[in-house]
C-alpha cells in the first residue's frame, strides 16, 4: 500500500530524528516531484493531445497544454506517412523569411519560454488539420504535503524516503549520513533511482532506432541542406 505525503513526512522527520520540520520536509518533497518531472522521460509523466491546425493561422501560435515540458519524439505524424519533423526557432525564422504557400505542414517547433508553452508548424496549413502529439507534461503540487492524504505521483517511494532523508541530513549539516541517503549507494536515493529508471514504463525489451536528422537528410525539399558539401571537381 502507497504511503500518503504526511505519512512519507513523518517517517522521514522520525528517522532524521527532526520531528519540528515537517513543513521544510512538504518544501522538499515539491521540489524532488518536480525536479523529476522536470528532469526524467518518465512514462508515467506521458500525455497525449490533439492540436487542431487551421487554415489561414499561418505557422502559429497553436497553444499547448499547460503541463507541456517537451514531446516524446522529434518526429509526429499527421496521418500515416505524413511526418511532421522538428526543427529549431530560429530555423522557422528562416523558412518565414523564405516564405512558402500553404500546404500539410513538414515541420514543427515550440516556444516553451511562453506561458503556456506554443507550437508553431511549417508551411502553415492549408485545411483543419489534427495533430496529435504525446508529450511528458509537469505536476501540480501537493497543497501542504506535511497533512495531505494525497499520495505522490512518483511510484518508487523508496526513492522519495531515501531522498527525503538524505535532504534532511543534508539540512542539518550530517553530511555523513546524508551522502549514504543520497549517493548511489544500496539505500541512497541516486541507487534507487537508477534501478527504477532502468526498468521504468513498459519499453524495457523496446528495440531502440536510430534516426538522422530529417532536417539534414532524406527530404527532397529539405531546405535546410547537409552542413558540408564536396567541393566540386575535389575527390576521387
Known sequence: MSLTSQQ??????????VPGMTIQAGQMLNVILQELAQTYDLSIGLNTSTIT?????GTGPYTLPDNYLRMSSDI?????????TKITLQQLDQLTAVGAAAATPTNWTTDVSLTPPV?????????????KIR?????????????????PWFPCQGYLSSRLL????????????????LGDTPVGAAGILRRYLFVQGDRQSDAQQILSDRRMYGQMSNPFPPPYQPISGSGP
Open 76 to 84: 509526429l505524424y499527421i496521418t500515416a506517412g505524413a511526418q511532421v
Open 166 to 181: 538524505g535532504e534532511l541530513y543534508a539540512l542539518n549539516s550530517k553530511n555523513e549520513m546524508a551522502q549514504l541517503y
Open 119 to 131: 507550437l508553431y508548424v511549417w508551411p502553415p496549413a492549408n485545411a483543419t488539420i489534427p495533430l
Open 53 to 57: 491546425l487551421n487554415a489561414g493561422t
Open 8 to 17: 512519507l513526512i513523518s517517517l522521514a522527520t522520525q528517522k532524521a530524528k
Open 135 to 151: 508529450y511528458y507534461g509537469s505536476f501540480t503540487d501537493i497543497v501542504t504535503p506535511e497533512t495531505s492524504s494525497a499520495v
